[in-house]
């Protein structure tokens, strides 16, 4: 049977096709969907959100030892966090079947960063698959596991955003359902001590040279002769451009496993054709083995080596001219990124942008948005939980160099603490930093569309679960108790007090802003917590002196023409504006 998919619902059926056991994600686009369709098969498939990419890496792990088909899965920032254990478990190999997914995202659509994680295979030195389209995003990651195990290697499955999102045909095929390995003590295999591990990178090289033989013979690399003028050699979602662009005019070389490099297949292509181009996207990946051989190819010098290629790209790249589109009259509505109408951190970013002599440190998630004018309440953004560690190192430097007018204050959300947030607050503690640290818990993983987290008292299957109590936690790391606020965002004078109070002290401080995302599913401890009845906000126009200011909260449903005005549809009536109006016109209806 066929259906339509997208690449990540395909992944997830592959997974169950392939007699998945175990899965272990966190959330980050263009991985989420992942995990959300993997719970679609919970009966046979356990699956759960980790806090943070290496613990699901490692949980993932934890699951091939015991002898199942296991996989995590993430964006690719998140491999970064994920590599500690990653290039340990190339050492050590897998019992299950082990894959882990790295959703790539050239041009940015949703990350801080661009990187390349091909370069990530060859690094740790694991086998590479990647998928162009939703059929092999399932066949791939079906034949991962399978490759996983015969080669003992961790499997790296490398998505991109548009074949995770985009849609295609997919046929369907039955689980495999696969014995558990009976579990055994092998300490020479799994103890990664010195001595073992000079004994498993022996055999990780042996085990790489069986690769690139499979590489060179395997039938997701490619050869498509159509004459010997020109040879393609790509991979991934450029072989679908490429095909677009050159059609059957030409010769081509799809690799679908890039690590290994099938060299001699590479070598033998390009023996039987005039001039090679190398279509990829982002790195000079395929580019750079091709170099080492020796081989003649026409690749960066025209390709974009950033940004997400198109067919319009590629095809200006090698001839030089854009194919004529279809023109439309009007242009797309300018959407500028900004904090939702009702978004619950919008009062604490109005609150803290008043205030003089601050650096505010952020972090990865929905209140990076509070960077955006006319709030421009963040100041710097790295890394998932960067916020409070580089807050704290910026406090130190300031204190140590004598400035003590300029104030550090870190902002973070409760996934992204829960991520790797308590350890830069654990370091914030036990160095006795200065920093304020502001927990922005909006009762959800917002950003990545409303994912569980261990703060929300459900698990990704669907039962309830314990839930952390921030506060708890924070003083469990050392924070005196006197030291941590909780406030209502949407009361501007809680929000203020907390600040100022938080902000004198020099020692470190921590305030939670908490209330849940006004988009949100409220679960019935919401409901029992929080006054989240409908309410409605507007603007009495006889009283309006158009001052303008309640335009400054940035609302996307206050408007500004002859009138002020608020869009009933829109408002959710957290009354932040009317705490702005200073004459009173802003009244809840
Ligand atoms: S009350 Fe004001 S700030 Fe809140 S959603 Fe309505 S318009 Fe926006
Ligand atoms: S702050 Fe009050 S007076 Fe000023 S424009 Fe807004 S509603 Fe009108």
Not at 60 to 87: E, Q, T, Y
Not at 106 to 130: F, I, K, T, W
Not at 234 to 254: C, H, I, P
Not at 422 to 450: A, E, F, P, Q, W
């Amino acid at each position: 049977m066929k259906t339509i998919m997208t690449g990540n619902e395909a992944v997830a059926r592959g997974a169950y096709e392939g007699g998945l056991v175990f899965a272990s994600a966190y959330p980050g686009t263009p991985s989420t969907e992942i995990l959300e369709n993997i719970v679609n098969y919970k009966d046979d498939i356990y699956c759960e959100w980790a806090p943070n990419e290496k613990v699901a890496m490692e949980a993932a792990i934890g699951a091939s030892v015991a002898g199942v088909r296991s996989m995590a899965a993430m964006k690719h920032v998140g491999v970064n966090v994920a590599a500690d254990p990653l290039f340990t478990f190339a050492y050590t190999g897998v019992t299950g079947g082990c894959v882990l997914v790295s959703a790539d995202d050239p041009g940015m659509h949703s990350s801080q960063n661009e990187q390349d994680n091909r370069n990530y295979a060859a690094a740790a030195r694991v086998l590479m698959l990647e998928p162009s389209d939703s059929q092999e995003s399932k066949d791939f990651m079906r034949l991962g596991l399978e490759l996983s195990e015969i080669f003992d290697t961790p499997v790296l499955l490398r998505m991109t955003t548009r074949v995770c999102h985009s849609k295609g045909l997919v046929e369907l095929g039955d689980r495999v359902e696969m014995p558990v390995i009976p579990y055994e003590k092998n300490i020479k295999k799994f103890v990664a001590t010195p001595a073992n591990g000079k004994v498993m990178r022996k055999n990780l090289v042996q085990r790489l040279k069986a690769m690139e033989a499979y590489a060179n013979t395997a039938e997701i690399n490619k050869p498509e002769y159509n004459g010997d003028e020109i040879g393609i050699i790509t991979s991934g979602v450029s072989y679908q451009y490429a095909r677009e662009v050159f059609g059957d005019e030409v010769s081509y070389l799809k690799l679908g496993m890039t690590f290994p490099m099938p060299m001699d297949l590479i070598k033998q292509f390009a023996g039987k054709v005039k001039k090679i181009y190398v279509i990829e996207e982002m790195d000079p990946y395929i580019e750079n083995h091709l170099k080492m051989a020796g081989i003649q190819f026409i690749g960066k010098e025209v390709i974009p080596e950033y940004d997400e290629l198109n067919p319009d790209i590629v095809r200006k790249a090698v001839f030089g001219e854009r194919e004529e589109g279809i023109k439309v009259s009007q242009e797309a509505v300018v959407r500028p990124p900004t904090l939702c109408a009702g978004c619950p951190h919008r009062g604490f970013f109005y609150a803290l942008s008043k205030k003089k002599n601050v650096m505010i440190t952020g972090d990865i998630g929905c209140y990076t948005l509070g960077s955006a004018p006319p709030l421009s309440a963040i100041d710097t953004c790295f890394c998932m939980g960067g916020s409070i560690s580089s807050g704290h190192g910026a406090a130190q430097a300031l204190r140590k160099t004598g400035n003590h007018d300029l104030k550090v204050v870190s902002v973070i959300g409760d996934s992204t603490f829960f991520h790797s947030g308590i350890n830069s607050l654990m370091d914030v503690v036990y160095n006795k930093g200065c920093n304020t640290s502001v927990i922005l818990d909006n009762r959800i993983t917002g950003m990545t569309g409303h994912q569980q987290n261990p703060g929300t008292g459900y698990t990704l299957m669907g039962e309830g679960t314990e839930e952390v109590d921030i506060p708890k936690l924070c003083q469990a790391i050392g924070m005196k108790e006197e030291n941590i606020y909780i406030v209502n965002p949407n009361k501007l004078d809680e929000v203020n007090k907390a600040l100022d109070e938080a902000m004198a002290k020099d020692e470190p401080t921590v305030i939670i802003t908490k209330w849940p995302c006004i988009l949100k599913k409220f679960s019935p401890q919401d409901k029992k917590e929080f006054d989240l009845s409908p309410k409605k906000c507007s603007i009495n126009q006889d009283k309006c002196k158009k001052c303008k200011l309640c335009v400054g909260v940035g609302c996307p449903a206050i408007h500004s023409g002859d009138n002020i005005e608020i869009d009933k549809v829109s408002c959710t009536g957290c009354a932040v504006c009317k705490q702005v109006c200073p004459f009173n016109a802003i009244e809840e209806v």
